[in-house]
Structures are given as structure tokens and as C-alpha cells.
């Protein structure tokens, strides 16, 4: 083949995969872009609903339970943090635990956009990073910094996902450490000394009649 039919031969394909590659950056670059809209929108509608002064304690916690439930992947992070064990678990454990990690998860976090925690000021967080997972185009890591009463702003980065053009939140690390991946390393060590998934759920129902979840609470365990 000569020199000049294999220019012709490779121009055509060059063209294709440059064409492919720009495709492909440039959805990931707007799936990023959305994913920090996204975020921002939730924290926005978090801290303008949850600091209204005329909401009781209560449907503050109403209101902020329904946009959490609307932002977090909560079946695929359950699913994640009892791995094996959710195999093994019942249907009646899944749901179960579903339902304590959600009240749980309500009790420490929904204090981080009001006024109820000494850490946090209840304010919006500002973006420094948005860029996708590896080679994933659902996938987008978001690091935000939260302003703290004191100290530094909190380093908080948040993965999420896109799915069927919805966005919603699969894990938060604060300072670097994941609140998925610790809860998985707790958890497990629970389950194996308590015998099983309801020994854990027991346990978490247990400290959640004390609030025990609480940034003001006694949560030296999980």
C-alpha cells in the first residue's frame, strides 16, 4: 500500500476517533457541570427551608427528610455498606435497616444546614472541584468547603451519580474520609459481635431513642 493511500485510509478513521473523544469529554464535562448545579440546588433549598424560623423542630426535620430522601441514593448505599451481609440479610432486615440508616442519617446531617450544631454555621458551600470518576461518565466528585464557627472551612466531597438524567448522591467524605466506607468498617464489626443484621438494627434503634446520632450526642459507636 502506498504512502499516500495510507494517509487516506487513516485520515478518515483519525477523524472518527477524534470526533468520538470530543463527544465523549464533552459529555463528562457537562455531566460534571450538572452534577455541581445539582448540589448547589440542594444545598440552596436545604438552608433557605431548614433556617425559616417559623418551622418547629419537627417539620424542619419533615421538610429535610423529604429533599434527603430526593438527593441520596439511600437502597444503593445500604447496599454498599452491609455487602455480604446484605445477601444475607431478609427482606424485613433490608427494610428495616433502610429506615434506621435513614433516621440516622436525618439526625447527624440535617444539623450541618440549620443552627443546631456549634460546628457549622448553617450556610451554603462554595465549589473548588468538580471532575468525573476515572473513566465513568455517571459518575462526578464535587469537593465543596463549608464555613465552620471556628477554625478553617470543612473540606466536604461528595460523589455523585446520574442516572436516567437524575442526579443523586452515593457517599460524602468529610476531610478526606468517606462516610460509606467507615460506616461499612463499623457496621461489620457490629454484625459479627452481635450475630447478624438485627442485632445491628436493634442497636441503631436503640440510640436513636436518645438522639444518641446527634452532633450534641454521646455517638462514640455507630
Not at 451519580?161 to 464489626?189: A, C, K, N, P, W
Amino acid at each position: 500500500m502506498s504512502a499516500r493511500r495510507s494517509i487516506n485510509v487513516i485520515t478518515p478513521l483519525a477523524v472518527i476517533i477524534v470526533i468520538f473523544v470530543a463527544v465523549v469529554l464533552t459529555d463528562r464535562v457537562r455531566a460534571a457541570s450538572d452534577a455541581g448545579e445539582f448540589l448547589i440546588s440542594f444545598g440552596k433549598r436545604a438552608v433557605k427551608e431548614l433556617n425559616d424560623e417559623s418551622l418547629s423542630k419537627f417539620e424542619q426535620e419533615g421538610r429535610f427528610r423529604e429533599l434527603f430522601i430526593e438527593a441520596v441514593d439511600l437502597p444503593a448505599i445500604c447496599r454498599f455498606i452491609l455487602g455480604r451481609y446484605w445477601r444475607a440479610a431478609t427482606e424485613q432486615e433490608r427494610y428495616d435497616f433502610l429506615l434506621m440508616f435513614e433516621d440516622m442519617a436525618v439526625e447527624r446531617i440535617l444539623p450541618m444546614f440549620t443552627h443546631q450544631t456549634d460546628e457549622y454555621q448553617g450556610k451554603d458551600f462554595d465549589i473548588v472541584e468538580i471532575r468525573p470518576v476515572n473513566n465513568d461518565q455517571t459518575l462526578v466528585l464535587v469537593r465543596t468547603l463549608v464555613v465552620r464557627k471556628q477554625g478553617a472551612p470543612a473540606s466536604l466531597t461528595w460523589r455523585i451519580r446520574e442516572r436516567d438524567g437524575r442526579f443523586q448522591i452515593l457517599d460524602l467524605s468529610i476531610e478526606g474520609i468517606s462516610m460509606v466506607l467507615t460506616l461499612r468498617q463499623e457496621y461489620s464489626s457490629v454484625i459479627r459481635e452481635t450475630g447478624g443484621v438485627s442485632g445491628l438494627i436493634d442497636l441503631m434503634r436503640e440510640k436513636l431513642k436518645f438522639d444518641a446520632y446527634s452532633p450534641e450526642g454521646n455517638d462514640e459507636d455507630q
